[in-house]
């Protein structure tokens, strides 16, 4: 019956040193796996297809509007979602857009 028991509890103890082992070496990969998939996504066609999207959008609303408090606000949302793009993804006429708007535009 000990040596049960004991076999029990050395079971039980290598479940868990091996569960804190697997548990730490999560913590340890796992940032690092998340900034690898977050580059992959912002360098994916996809993605990069859907700001130039965005930023179009924003650039009808942006000259169809004779409101210039509108403007302003759609020109400080533009260049907050913009801010970390690299704009060199862009088509030229796009490109050339947001470099207007920040200029001053």
């Not at 029990?8 to 796996?33: C, Q, R």
């Not at 000259?63 to 403007?71: A, E, I, N, P």
């Amino acid at each position: 019956m000990k040596e049960l028991l004991l076999g029990t509890a050395l079971l039980v103890g290598g479940v868990v040193v091996i569960s804190a082992v697997s548990l730490g070496i999560y913590a340890v990969t796992k940032p690092a796996s998340i900034a690898i998939d977050t580059a992959a996504f912002h360098n994916s066609q996809a993605f990069n297809d859907g700001m130039a999207k965005d930023l179009g959008n924003f650039q009808m609303e942006y000259v169809r509007t004779d409101d210039m408090v509108r403007r302003a606000v759609l020109r400080a949302v533009i260049l907050d979602r913009f801010a970390g793009y690299d704009d060199a993804r862009l088509p030229p006429h796009l490109r050339n857009f947001l470099n207007h708007l920040k200029t001053g535009g």
